[in-house]
């Protein structure tokens, strides 16, 4: 009878229901406190016992859900004593169900608990393997920091509200304040995550901006901790106390701590914080400190794992980009001592041309004025000869006449040493040219009782070369060492290859020269010789440096004398000759 009442009782009440349901709509508009259900924090949610006895059907993730509710649910306990028979078999049953259910409940949120972390887990993996890539795509310090600053406060794994580095500045001894991720003000913290929410930026997206850019823009809380300097001791704070001990320290207490610094007690101050050093293979290179000071969640142990992985991995490519940095301002600095050198060398150059040319100057004024003194004497004679109509003699307009010769000589070797003279750059055979030059003089050196020998090499020695200038430096080196035997002696002139250079040798049996003259002998207007104008050996070696070449001078005193002329080999032999 009872359950007869029962039953009209719940279809009179279904039917109601649905009425209502059908009059208002929806499920969790309805005013009934039996329909609603009666676990906290879920009141907006039906009664899954009502649910089921109105026939309303829940998909399996919703029956597990309520499930776990309804088991330390009173009404749902009752619903299932009054479903129970008063068999004891039926209790039996009942207790065995309602135990197995709370078995499945508590497996349920275990298994639920697992992935979650699992979860977590692999985000963090796929965040470090990001960050892992992208620090290998630069070599810039501030970006590498930026990189694991986005890293540690992405939402997709880390999420902590705020992250900042200092590094070690070990030529002071210091621990400076780098990069701050986040805000300083709490004023701050919705204007930032509104931009990244309204723009959507992934992680992904937040490093490729980083590696896209020239450089960092400044936060607040950077321009805040670029100021603060720690030195490395015990007593100057929690940073400097996590680089010394090189472990990490999990403040999670909002008790007082030692900061080292009153600028950090704004922004760290009665917080809970984890500062994680950053130790590479020898060094510990500084510390990363986090915070969840917006949503307060609290820090935990594996979190401090976690980053610790996180820093371990950054800490090789962080020393490598302060390498990277030191050398780079290494390199600036001595950009600039040789900037400064180059300065210095062209000021010494300027003043060593401006000398040179003091002294080329007064020398050349020396060697006109002896001719022209010479010339002004005779002249000065012809003159007076002539006043007096005397017969001038021929010897004195001679003398004049040899020493305008001689100052149009100095004048025109003055000027193929100061001037640079275009060369005819044609193939020549050096044999040929040095056989040429030999035979205009031959005849003269044979008078002077010199014997020549020659040893040329036995085949062509190409040379792209002006003929007659290299001719004018052979006539001028073979008129030297014939100087040098007078009383005759023996010459030997001999050609070859050397490398990439081939070569003339000219050695003479003369009196040969000290070290000291040796040193002076392609000076301008030096000369041993009682004639001469000391430019001829100074002409001869700006020559062949305009082709590439040069000449070498070995000399004992007494025993002679040779000149080596180097002159670079044509590269293409092969080539015929104009």
């Given at each position: 009878?009872l359950?007869?009442?029962?039953?009209?009782?719940?279809?009179?009440?279904r039917?109601?229901?649905?009425?209502?349901?059908?009059?208002?709509?929806?499920y969790?508009?309805?005013n009934?406190?039996?329909?609603?259900?009666?676990?906290?924090?879920?009141?907006?949610?039906l009664?899954?016992?009502?649910?089921?006895?109105a026939?309303i059907?829940?998909?399996?993730?919703?029956?597990?859900?309520?499930?776990?509710?309804?088991?330390?649910?009173?009404?749902?306990?009752?619903?299932?004593e009054?479903?129970?028979?008063?068999?004891?078999s039926?209790?039996?049953?009942?207790l065995?169900?309602?135990?197995?259910?709370?078995?499945?409940?508590?497996?349920?949120?275990?298994?639920?608990?697992t992935?979650?972390?699992l979860q977590?887990?692999?985000?963090e993996?796929?965040?470090?393997?990001?960050?892992?890539?992208a620090?290998?795509q630069t070599e810039?310090?501030?970006?590498?920091?930026a990189?694991v600053?986005?890293?540690?406060t992405?939402?997709?794994?880390?999420?902590?509200?705020?992250a900042?580095?200092?590094l070690v500045?070990?030529?002071?001894?210091?621990?400076?304040?780098?990069?701050?991720?986040?805000?300083?003000?709490?004023?701050?913290?919705?204007k930032?995550?509104?931009?990244l929410?309204?723009?959507?930026?992934?992680?992904e997206?937040?490093?490729?901006?980083?590696?896209?850019?020239?450089?960092?823009?400044v936060?607040?809380l950077?321009?805040?901790?670029?100021?603060?300097?720690?030195?490395?001791?015990p007593?100057r704070?929690?940073?400097?106390?996590?680089?010394?001990?090189?472990?990490?320290?999990?403040?999670?207490t909002?008790?007082?701590?030692?900061?080292?610094?009153?600028?950090?007690e704004?922004i760290l101050?009665?917080?809970p914080?984890?500062?994680?050093?950053?130790?590479s293979?020898y060094?510990v290179?500084?510390?990363?400190?986090?915070?969840?000071?917006?949503?307060?969640?609290?820090i935990t142990?594996?979190d401090?794992?976690?980053?610790?992985?996180?820093?371990?991995?950054?800490?090789?490519?962080?020393?490598?980009?302060l390498?990277h940095r030191?050398?780079?301002?290494?390199?600036?600095?001595l950009k600039?001592?040789?900037?400064?050198?180059?300065?210095n060398?062209?000021?010494?150059?300027?003043?060593?041309?401006?000398a040179?040319?003091?002294?080329?100057?007064?020398t050349?004024?020396?060697?006109?004025?002896?001719p022209?003194?010479t010339?002004?004497?005779?002249?000065?004679?012809?003159?007076?000869?002539?006043?007096?109509?005397?017969?001038?003699?021929?010897?004195?307009?001679?003398?004049?006449?040899d020493?305008i010769l001689?100052?149009?000589?100095?004048?025109?070797?003055?000027?193929?040493?100061?001037?640079?003279?275009?060369?005819?750059?044609?193939?020549?055979?050096?044999?040929?040219?040095?056989?040429?030059t030999?035979?205009?003089?031959?005849?003269?050196?044979?008078?002077?009782?010199?014997?020549?020998?020659?040893?040329?090499?036995?085949?062509?020695?190409?040379?792209?070369s002006?003929?007659?200038?290299?001719?004018q430096?052979?006539f001028?080196l073979?008129?030297?060492?014939?100087?040098?035997?007078?009383?005759?002696?023996?010459?030997?002139?001999?050609?070859?290859?050397?490398?990439d250079?081939?070569?003339?040798?000219i050695?003479?049996?003369?009196?040969?020269?000290?070290?000291?003259?040796?040193s002076?002998l392609?000076?301008?207007?030096?000369?041993?010789?009682?004639t001469?104008?000391?430019?001829?050996?100074p002409?001869?070696?700006?020559?062949?440096?305009?082709?590439?070449?040069?000449?070498?001078?070995?000399?004992?005193?007494?025993?002679?004398?040779?000149?080596?002329?180097?002159?670079?080999?044509?590269?293409?032999?092969?080539?015929r000759?104009a």
């Open positions: 009878m359950r007869l009442k029962l039953s009209i009782r719940n279809r009179f009440e039917r109601m229901i649905g009425v209502k349901l059908r009059l208002e709509g929806s969790f508009m309805s009934s406190e039996y329909e609603r259900c009666g676990f906290k924090g879920h009141r907006s949610e009664c899954w016992v009502f649910q089921t006895s026939g059907s829940s998909g399996p993730s919703d029956i597990q859900d309520t499930v776990g509710r309804c088991i330390r649910c009173d009404v749902f306990n009752k619903a299932l009054r479903a129970t028979g008063r068999r004891e039926d209790r039996l049953l009942t065995t169900l309602k135990r197995l259910i709370g078995q499945l409940v508590d497996y349920n949120m275990e298994l639920t608990s992935t979650g972390s977590k887990r692999i985000e993996l796929a965040v470090l393997k990001s960050v892992s890539e620090l290998l810039d310090l501030y970006k590498a920091l990189i600053l986005t890293g540690v992405s939402g997709e794994a880390f999420g902590f509200n705020r900042m580095i200092f500045d070990s030529t002071r001894n210091v621990l400076e304040g780098q990069l701050g991720l986040g805000h300083l003000e709490y004023r701050e913290a919705p930032i995550w509104n931009n929410r309204e723009n959507r930026l992934t992680f997206n937040l490093i490729d901006k980083i590696l896209d850019m020239d450089d960092i823009p936060n607040n950077s321009r805040a901790i670029k100021e603060i300097v720690l030195p490395l001791a007593d704070g929690v940073l400097t106390q996590a680089i010394l001990e090189r472990r990490p320290l999990n403040i999670s909002e008790a007082e701590v030692e900061l080292g610094d009153s600028r950090l704004p101050g009665r917080i914080f984890a500062v994680i050093p950053i130790i293979r060094n290179l500084g510390v990363i400190t986090v915070d969840n000071s917006i949503t307060c969640e609290k142990e594996e401090i794992r976690t980053l610790e992985t996180l820093a371990n991995q950054a800490a090789a490519k962080i020393e490598n980009a390498l030191t050398l780079e301002l290494k390199y600036a600095e600039h001592v040789h900037s400064l050198l180059k300065k060398q062209e000021y010494l150059v300027e003043s060593e041309r401006l040179e040319l003091g002294r080329f100057a007064t050349i004024a020396h060697e006109i004025k002896t022209l003194i010339i002004g004497g005779y002249a000065q004679r012809v003159l007076r000869k002539l006043d007096r109509e005397e017969k001038v003699e021929r010897r004195l307009v001679q003398i004049i006449s020493e001689r100052l149009e000589r100095i004048a025109v070797e003055v000027l193929d040493l100061s001037r640079k003279s275009p060369l005819q750059l044609v193939a020549h055979d050096l044999n040929e040219i040095v056989s040429e030999l035979e205009v003089q031959e005849r003269k050196l044979r008078y002077q009782d010199i014997v020549i020998e020659k040893e040329f090499y036995p085949k062509e020695l190409e040379v792209l002006d003929k007659d200038r290299l001719k430096v052979f001028n073979i008129q030297n060492s014939a100087e040098a035997m007078s009383e005759g002696g023996k010459m030997k002139l001999s050609t070859g290859r050397n490398g250079y081939i070569y003339l040798r050695s003479d049996t003369g009196c040969g020269m000290d070290d000291q003259a040796k002076k392609f000076t301008p207007f030096y000369t041993s010789k009682r001469g104008t000391g430019l001829g050996l002409v001869s070696k700006k020559i062949i440096d305009d082709h590439g070449g040069s000449i070498l001078v070995e000399s004992k005193l007494d025993r002679g004398t040779s000149f080596i002329v180097n002159l670079p080999a044509r590269a293409n032999p092969s080539e000759r």
